[in-house]
């Protein structure tokens, strides 16, 4: 056995204690009435916002590597409506090359002051170009330069090379306006399933699937 610091199962006394709170937070059984889980995850979205201390649109990102291994690291999701859900980075970064070997992902939101989850899979398109300055646009102007200045997930000598190319180009753009780098875009996962689970005493967690079928979607309750 490991001597981290790794909680150990809640025993019945805790889960008696939390169960009044979890029942207040997750126990509306109209989660599996709905008919669609894009309006549901917008609505789990807002209520992330109001509680999680960072980044309530934080998602772990997978996608599958050259080796055919997956590869996981957390993004930020920038947008989502009835098309799908959209995030940016750099094209020619690890993430970036994957997913255009592989069009494909599986996002991960966990928020854990709500003790709710949602899992997200489905094929990935880049969005449009008007879409990628939009956003791009709305960034900090050090984010802009930043995105000028990063090879990113290219080896570096030392954080002072860094510093170095971002000096550069804040130099370079100095009293103009930071453009969108060609290499800078977006991407948007259009969701084939996602799952909502919400954590209930005793591991009895609730969970409910949506696979998209044709036009709409079928919702199915699944066992903890």
Do not use: C
Request: cysteine-free.
């Amino acid at each position: 056995m490991t001597d981290a610091a790794i909680p150990s199962s809640p025993t019945r006394e805790e889960y008696a204690r939390d169960y009044a709170a979890a029942l207040a937070a997750n126990g509306d059984e109209t989660l599996f009435e709905q008919a669609e889980p894009i309006g549901l995850f917008i609505e789990w979205l807002a209520q992330a916002g109001r509680h999680e201390a960072n980044d309530p649109n934080a998602m772990a990102l997978s996608t599958i590597g050259e080796d055919g291994l997956p590869d996981s690291r957390m993004v930020l999701l920038k947008d989502v409506d009835d098309r799908g859900l959209a995030f940016y980075s750099n094209r020619e970064s690890a993430k970036g090359l994957q997913l255009e070997a592989h069009p494909v992902a599986a996002l991960l939101f966990h928020w854990k002051t709500l003790r709710r989850q949602v899992r997200v899979r489905g094929r990935v398109e880049p969005v449009s170009v008007a879409e990628a300055d939009a956003y791009f646009a709305s960034r900090a102007r050090e984010s802009r330069i930043g995105a000028w200045a990063s090879d990113q997930s290219r080896p570096v000598s030392d954080r002072a090379a860094l510093e170095q190319a971002v000096a550069r180009e804040t130099a370079r753009f100095e009293g103009a306006d930071v453009p969108r780098p060609e290499r800078w875009i977006g991407w948007r996962v259009i969701p084939r399933s996602v799952e909502f689970w919400r954590d209930r005493p005793f591991r009895l967690h609730d969970r409910v699937r949506f696979d998209r079928t044709g036009g709409g979607w079928t919702g199915t309750r699944l066992q903890p």
